[in-house]
Nanobody, 121 residues
Framework: QLQASGGGLVQAGGSLRLSCAAS????????MAWFRQAPGKEREFVAV???????YYTDSVKGRFTISRDNAERTVYLQMNSLKPEDTAVYYC?????????????????WGQGTQVTVSS
């Protein structure tokens, strides 16, 4: 399973660090990603990281968010800086079907329970 944590309420311009700990599933050699879902909207891709550490971000978070992974700890992180009200959503971590950097939710087989991020203006 994937256990996400670190969400909360923050003012615009602030920072949060999300964590996602993997247990009971194969973590080695797979891509890991963060998605988010705002009320009334579809789940959208945020960032992905390959086993090697190669990363890719959606345009709206480039330069503000950083995805990283500690393979020894089986944990993925999302450092979010310069947060905006439009970043408000439930954030989900996910493990891919492979080590490829995919952007669609259907390309991910395991999902965390989600952690709420609320950015006030």
């Amino acid at each position: 399973q994937l256990q996400a944590s670190g969400g909360g309420l923050v003012q615009a311009g602030g920072s949060l660090r999300l964590s996602c700990a993997a247990s009971g599933l194969t973590y080695t050699g797979y891509a890991m990603a963060w998605f988010r879902q705002a009320p009334g909207k579809e789940r959208e891709f945020v960032a992905v990281i390959r086993w090697s550490g190669t990363t890719y971000y959606t345009d709206s978070v480039k330069g503000r968010f950083t995805i990283s992974r500690d393979n020894a700890e089986r944990t993925v992180y999302l450092q979010m800086n310069s947060l905006k009200p439009e970043d408000t959503a439930v954030y989900y971590c996910a493990r891919g079907h492979s080590d490829l950097m995919k952007l669609g939710p259907r390309d991910y087989v395991y999902w965390g329970q989600g952690t709420q991020v609320t950015v006030s203006s």
